[in-house]
């Protein structure tokens, strides 16, 4: 299988699915899925059609608000 050529434009946003985003945050796909119904995160995501993305610098500052300890600059 030939590998596969990333066409996102210089400087654009990465944009993950939910299952890459899960991943890149350490829980379970399920589980950003329930997150994102019940509202129970501030956590943006994108709808494309009826795909949900999310862009990887949400997911750092999402991360980045969650630090126990360090101070959060914003």
Do not use: Q
């Not at 509202?39 to 630090?67: C, H, I, Q």
């Amino acid at each position: 299988m030939p590998a596969k050529v990333d066409t996102a434009p210089l400087g654009a946003p990465e944009l993950l699915d939910t299952e890459p985003a899960a991943s890149y945050l350490g829980i379970k796909g399920h589980t950003l899925e329930v997150w994102r119904c019940t509202g129970r995160y501030n956590l943006p995501f994108l709808r494309v059609g009826r795909r949900v993305k999310y862009r990887r610098a949400d997911l750092d500052r999402f991360l980045e608000s969650r630090t126990v300890g360090a101070e959060v600059s914003g």
